[in-house]
């Protein structure tokens, strides 16, 4: 097991507003189905490992391993484009040094009748797009991982503001 700073543990995008994260998570923790696990998690860097914790353990908790390291992967790329989403949206409120930001994301994971559905939730306004990334480039290929790893993923708008981006993999 990783040491990680304290973090919330569970949250739901359909919870009503809570003073804190921790009284989200908690209402989260005793309403959430099984098959269906979420955490809202401050937008900086170095929460990524603890989403790729959270989905590893999820699958796990399914009996489905063999496909944790794929799906690490898919919810690590597309965390780090919401991370980097937020920071467009409060820049002069990030801070990934301390973690002292405004901004979060929501990592959803729901387990269907024959796929794994992951879905992140950021602040920002604008879509994700897959680019061509130079051989020399260290970035860049983050969403061509994604589309290759699922069998579907995109962006939802939500009334309530954001977007969500999903991307679902088939159940091994």
């Not at 965390?79 to 405004?102: L, W």
Request: charged share 20%; net charge neutral.
């Amino acid at each position: 097991m990783h040491a990680y700073p304290q973090r919330p543990s569970c949250s739901c995008p359909d919870a009503p507003e809570y003073a804190t994260l921790q009284q989200e998570n908690l209402a989260c923790r005793q309403a959430v189905a099984p098959a269906r696990s979420c955490i809202v998690l401050p937008a900086s860097a170095v929460w990524v490992a603890a989403v790729r914790e959270h989905t590893r353990m999820f699958l796990y908790r399914h009996n489905l391993p063999t496909l944790a390291d794929d799906a690490e992967l898919v919810v690590s790329e597309i965390a780090t484009n919401a991370i980097k989403a937020t920071a467009d949206v409060f820049p002069s409120k990030q801070s990934s040094e301390t973690g002292d930001q405004v901004g979060v994301i929501r990592v959803c994971l729901r387990m269907l009748s024959t796929e794994l559905r992951i879905e992140v939730w950021d602040a920002g306004h604008a879509a994700p797009r897959r680019r061509e990334a130079r051989p020399d480039e260290e970035g860049g290929r983050g969403l061509f991982l994604v589309e290759l790893l699922t069998t579907t993923w995109g962006t939802i708008w939500p009334p309530t503001g954001g977007k969500i981006v999903f991307a679902s993999m088939a159940l091994k």
